[in-house]
Every structure is written in C-alpha cells, then in structure tokens.
C-alpha cells in the first residue's frame, strides 16, 4: 500500500513506499485518461477494431421491434402447477381421505398395514356407492 504526495510544481509525483522510501513516478499525461476511455469504447474482434457507434447500431438493430397495428394474439397465462394440484386434491378431497386413513392407521396399528389400507379404501368406497344410490 503506497501513499502518494503531490507536489503541484513538478511533473513528477512523489510516491511514498511503505518501507519509508520517496519514489518518484511520472505523471500521466493529461490526455492519457483520454485514449484509455477511447481504448476501451473500442472493441477489437478477428476482423479488426469495430467502433462503438457501429457496435451500438449493430445493437439497435438487432433489438428493433416491428411496430405493426396489429395486436399479437392473446395468450392466457400458464397455471402454476402446485395451484393445480391443490385444486386436484380439494376437488377430490384427497388430503381428507389421507387423513383419516393415517390416523386410522395409527390409532388401530394393524400388522399389515397394507392391507388395513386397502379395506379402508374398499370401506370407503362402499360407502360413496351408497351415498350415490
């Protein structure tokens, strides 16, 4: 980390090493900031230096929209898929379903719980026939 001092009547700075050693270093020249910013508004490719003004309108024109009169066509907006699937199971009432046949599950702790699911579905689905009916 090096401090620099200036001494406004020389064209030279004054560089202050940390090991406690004045350095002298040149002083840029007042029109190097500007070729730096030139340099870089430039853009060398295979074919040569392309300059900014011919890079921006390559730009413009890549993003240049059509103005037609014409409307694009309506496009309706793509449902989330977790708001479909809550919708799937409320309509269905599926989370109920699992509900009830968990705490069953639970509650009587069958040894084999497989099975005491299956005849709860089949319970279940006796039941709907006979509400139907």
Do not use: C, W
Not at 103 to 116: G, I, K, S, T, W
Request: proline content about 8%.
């Amino acid at each position: 980390m090096a401090a620099v001092l200036q001494q406004p009547e020389h064209d030279v700075q004054k560089v202050l090493l940390t090991q406690g050693d004045l350095s002298e270093a040149p002083t840029p020249a007042p029109d190097q900031p500007l070729r730096e910013i030139e340099r870089s508004m430039t853009s060398t490719t295979d074919h040569g230096t392309i300059a900014t003004d011919e890079l921006e309108r390559k730009l413009e024109e890549g993003l240049r929209v059509e103005d037609d009169d014409e409307d694009p066509p309506y496009v309706a907006p793509v449902e989330d898929p977790y708001s479909r699937a809550v919708k799937y199971l409320e309509k269905y009432n599926v989370m109920h379903i699992f509900q009830t046949m968990t705490a069953n599950l639970v509650y009587h702790r069958p040894e084999d719980p497989l099975q005491f699911m299956l005849d709860e579905i089949l319970k279940m689905q006796k039941e709907k026939a006979q509400q139907q009916s």
